[in-house]
């Protein structure tokens, strides 16, 4: 627990704005409704934003990721490429769990034969009908951007960080491939696969410091 505390301090650029966001998605969830909300987010859109948010949506995509986790394996960073694997891999358990256990549909099947006046497309972008609870991109973006806040020693990145995370999540309805609470669930469960993850390496590389620390004290203080 005292470590938690201890990263929530240390990165309060980035938990700090992501906990207003849990208080606030949580706040509209429950006054306006994920049918409303999505509707009104989709529902704002022009030419020019479409190819914006097309290429804002690969930052939660699971090969940024990768390509995050390979640099750190090229650079020999082996503990830290460890510890964002495991972030990740667990954040995409939990979501193919959740995702096939509610079955929930997407955007354009909810609304039926509505969808074509009701949701608003991007041309180029296939939209999928099925599995759309919780949000798959908006998780793996909330578990990338949380791991590189925890990793980084400059904490103030942490701002711009959980920024782009939620950006990320927006285009997902934009896109009409999620409602409101599906994008909500997976920025919850993206960044505390990453949160969860770091504290437990941390805290056996703490204990793992504190018994070497203890040993050497221990073999200086034996008589010869």
């Known amino acids: ?24 998605g949580g706040v509209l969830l429950c006054t306006i409704g994920q049918r409303d909300l999505f509707l009104q987010i989709n529902g704002v859109h022009s030419n020019w934003a479409d190819m914006l948010v097309t290429g804002m949506t690969y930052l939660g995509d699971g090969i940024m990721f990768s390509l995050l986790l390979l640099l750190m394996l090229v650079t020999k960073r082996f503990k830290l490429f460890f510890t964002g694997l495991v972030s990740f891999l667990l954040a995409v358990l939990i979501v193919q769990v959740a995702k096939h256990y509610y079955c929930a549909p997407r955007p354009i099947s909810y609304f039926g034969d509505q969808a074509g006046a009701l949701v608003h497309t991007v041309k180029w ?12 991109h908006s998780a793996g973006a909330f578990a990338m951007f949380c791991f590189l806040t925890l990793v980084l020693p400059n904490k103030k990145w942490g701002i711009s960080f959980i920024a782009l995370a939620l950006l990320a999540g927006y285009s997902r309805i934009y896109l009409a491939q999620h409602f ?8 919850i469960i993206g960044t505390l696969s990453s949160l969860v993850t770091y504290s ?23 008589p010869a």
């Open 125 to 136: 972008v296939t939209v999928h009908s099925s599995n759309s609870f919780p949000s798959g």
């Open 200 to 222: 437990i390496f941390q805290f056996r590389n703490t204990t793992s410091a504190t018994e070497l620390c203890a040993e050497a004290m221990l073999n200086a203080n034996a």
């Open 180 to 187: 409101f609470a599906d994008v909500y669930a997976g920025s």
């Open 1 to 24: 627990m005292k470590t938690l505390f201890t990263l929530f301090r240390k990165n309060a650029y980035f938990f700090l704005p992501f906990f207003l966001w849990v208080i606030l």
